[in-house]
C-alpha cells in the first residue's frame, strides 16, 4: 500500500464517485477502479460497493477512512489521531464531500474486520 493508493481511496470516498476522484487527482477512471481493487485485495475486504450512481463506502470502508484521510490532510490541519467516524477532514475540498463523510456514521448491524494496518 503506496500513498497514492491511499490517496486514490480518500478522494473516491470523498466525491463517491471514481471519476471524479480521477479528475482531482489527474489521473483516469481506470487507474483509480485499478488502484482501488488493488487495496481491496491487499486489505482482503470491499471498501465500496458500486452503484449506478457513483460508489458508497462498505461499513470495512468506513472504518478504514478516518486514520487514512488524517494521513493525507496537511498537517496544521488535521483533526486530532483516531478521530472518530463521522469527524470531517481538512482535507475535504467541497462541501458536498463534507456531508458525504459526515453522513458516513458506523453501522451497528456487523463489525468491521480487523484491518492490518500498514
Known amino acids: 500500500m ?16 471514481f471519476q471524479e476522484a480521477a479528475t482531482e487527482l ?28 457513483g460508489a458508497e463506502l462498505t461499513i470495512d470502508g468506513q472504518a478504514f477512512l478516518p486514520t487514512r484521510a488524517n494521513c493525507c490532510a496537511s498537517p496544521s490541519a488535521r483533526p486530532p489521531p483516531c478521530a472518530p467516524v463521522g469527524v470531517p ?9 463534507a456531508r458525504r463523510r459526515d453522513s458516513c456514521a458506523p453501522s451497528t448491524a ?6 492490518s494496518t500498514w
Open 2 to 17: 503506496d500513498l497514492d493508493t491511499v490517496r486514490t481511496f480518500v478522494a473516491a470516498a470523498d466525491t463517491g464517485q
Open 26 to 53: 489527474a489521473v483516469t477512471q481506470q487507474a483509480v477502479s485499478k488502484r482501488i481493487a488493488a487495496l481491496e485485495r491487499s486489505l482482503g475486504v470491499r471498501l465500496f460497493t458500486r452503484t449506478a450512481r
Open 89 to 97: 477532514c481538512a482535507s475535504t475540498s467541497s462541501p458536498r464531500a
Open 110 to 115: 456487523r463489525t468491521p474486520r480487523s484491518i
